[in-house]
């Protein structure tokens, strides 16, 4: 019984930056892993990173190599929050991007992931 709730996209100049924020509700004490993926219109959903979610774990991230340097993922496990700070936009970045919950430890696979935001709109113009 885990809620998302993604907020923070809009429209952006590319170089650009935004910062997305997934809030998270209800029994989040067996999420594992929370992650970002992104779908653009037509095209099939892709992994954008994780962020290990368990507070008795050291924190560690994975990204996807088309992110790696521009894009931070960054946890408040206080606030149940976790946050994409997306910087130097381009316009293949625009998507809609989601947040996702897993119970399982370090996963990139959509299908590993049992619970999903509704999204936010990220429009990168050129």
């Known amino acids: 019984q885990v809620q998302l709730v993604e907020s923070g996209g809009g429209l952006v100049q590319a170089g650009g930056s935004l910062t997305l924020s997934c809030a998270a509700s209800g029994r989040t004490f067996s999420t594992t892993t929370m992650a970002w993926f992104r779908q653009a219109s037509g095209k099939e959903r892709e992994f954008v990173g994780f962020?290990?979610?368990?507070?008795?774990?050291?924190?560690?991230?994975y990204y996807a190599d088309f992110v790696k340097g521009r894009f931070t993922i960054s946890r408040d496990n206080a606030k149940n929050t976790m946050y994409l700070q997306m910087n130097s936009l381009k316009p293949e970045d625009t998507a809609v991007y989601y947040c996702?919950?897993?119970?399982?430890?370090?996963?990139?696979?959509?299908?590993?992931?049992?619970?999903w935001g509704q999204g936010t709109q990220v429009t990168v113009s050129s």
């Open positions: 996702a919950a897993s119970k399982y430890d370090g996963t990139y696979s959509s299908g590993s992931y049992e619970t």
């Open positions: 962020i290990s979610w368990s507070t008795t774990w050291s924190t560690y991230t």
